[in-house]
């Protein structure tokens, strides 16, 4: 499992019971959390601090419960990156810091590429590999179907000071752009995806992981380009197995450029303590 632990502005304070107490910056959040099957509390005074609470309705979706005043945004860093932090149904806040991982890695990998990348981003959501890929030099294509994401993501571009940078955001169904691409001729040396279980496109396009994951990756080896430097899925598909994930790059990308292909899960410490939080998977191909 690769663990994010180099977070200053984000942290698990405690987990029990379905839940998890996060601080995220000068904010604490207490959130559910399918993973966290054990109901001991390692630190039950830490959870009268929360600011807020999101409670779960009967009927489904739910609401998040102010206990102190919380601002409709704020700001945390990782690093030199700088994200909008706000709550949003279903529970999120527009981040996954568990990512942290993969934006050292795609940071690593570009910065050391010694060449000009150019990246596409799918499902891209609020752009948290976008910011890291556009700090790291490379030139992106940010496509998601989502308006109000895309917009979330332009923000968080420029908190991060990254505005003079090549970012050119889409709002689109990622299928439907990948073979608009193709037409085009264009070509990405890097290919991030984060799919969905189900989903909906910009004009009512149909999405399910089981049935379309592997081809949209096979269409996107039509727009690789013949120098590619790496390929990343991530997951938070239920039951998905990083291996599925490893095979079907085996079976698309490995054949146009052999690579290093690798698959794990990623996951969040919690302070002081030995406990992680398993909070997705990954399957990555790289360029040797």
Not at 75 to 81: E, G, P, R, T, W
Not at 152 to 166: H, P, T
Request: charged letters at 25%; a positive charge; proline letters at 4%.
């Amino acid at each position: 499992m690769k663990i994010a632990d180099n977070w200053k502005d984000y942290e698990i304070l405690d987990m029990a019971s379905g839940r998890k107490l996060e601080r995220w910056g000068k904010y604490i959040l207490d959130r559910p959390d399918p993973q966290i099957a054990w109901n001991e509390k390692s630190f039950p005074y830490k959870w009268k601090d929360s600011n807020a609470k999101y409670i779960r309705s009967k009927t489904g979706g739910g609401h998040w419960e102010n206990i102190t005043d919380v601002p409709a945004s704020w700001q945390i860093k990782y690093k030199d990156l700088t994200f909008n932090i706000k709550q949003m149904g279903f529970k999120h806040t527009g981040l996954f810091p568990e990512q942290a991982v993969n934006w050292d890695y795609m940071i690593d990998k570009i910065k050391n590429s010694n060449r000009k990348i150019k990246v596409l981003n799918l499902f891209a959501y609020t752009g948290g590999a976008t910011v890291a890929c556009a700090y790291a030099g490379a030139d992106v294509v940010h496509v998601d179907a989502s308006k109000g994401m895309v917009s979330w993501a332009k923000e968080n571009i420029v908190s991060s000071g990254l505005e003079d940078r090549y970012v050119r955001f889409i709002v689109d169904d990622c299928i439907k752009f990948v073979e608009r691409e193709i037409r085009r001729g264009n070509k990405y040396d890097v290919i991030i995806m984060d799919p969905p279980s189900f989903g909906r496109g910009a004009n009512g396009e149909v999405w399910n992981i089981e049935e379309s994951l592997y081809k949209l990756v096979k269409l996107c080896v039509d727009v690789l380009s013949d120098n590619p430097l790496f390929f990343l899925i991530n997951s938070y598909t239920t039951g998905l197995s990083p291996k599925v994930l490893e095979n079907i790059l085996y079976l698309t990308v490995n054949k146009k450029c052999e690579g290093k292909i690798t698959s794990g899960e990623v996951g969040l410490p919690m302070t002081d303590s030995k406990l992680v939080l398993p909070c997705g998977i990954y399957g990555r191909w790289e360029n040797e």
